[in-house]
């Protein structure tokens, strides 16, 4: 995809109103900038905000999501574990 003034330009006015009105914060340098702005476009209740939404997805010949994607989901292991339980990095680390 193409970066125009136009596309960074409503990008960086969607990532303005993200920030103030859902508390995310979203860096241009991200490798999934538009799917996260995307998705908190929909996550909006703002009608400019979701309008900046559907611009940026046009701009961006991306199709606009109807609903919003489930996380994955994290299997939980069957048996209790004896000692301390951390979480590094996203995985569990028994001790």
């Known amino acids: 995809m193409e970066l125009n003034k136009e596309v960074l330009d409503c990008m960086k006015t969607l990532r303005r109103r993200l920030r103030d009105e859902l508390a995310v914060d979203i860096r241009l340098s991200q490798s999934d900038v538009i799917s996260a702005m995307l998705d908190g476009s929909l996550q909006s209740n703002d009608e400019e905000t979701r309008r900046l939404g559907q611009r940026l997805a ?38």
Not at 63 to 84: C, D, F, K, M, Q
């Open 58 to 95: 046009e701009l961006s010949d991306q199709p606009r999501r109807a609903t919003v994607t489930p996380l994955a989901t994290v299997e939980v292991p069957v048996g209790e574990a004896t000692g301390s339980v951390r979480i590094y990095r996203g995985q569990r680390i028994y001790a």
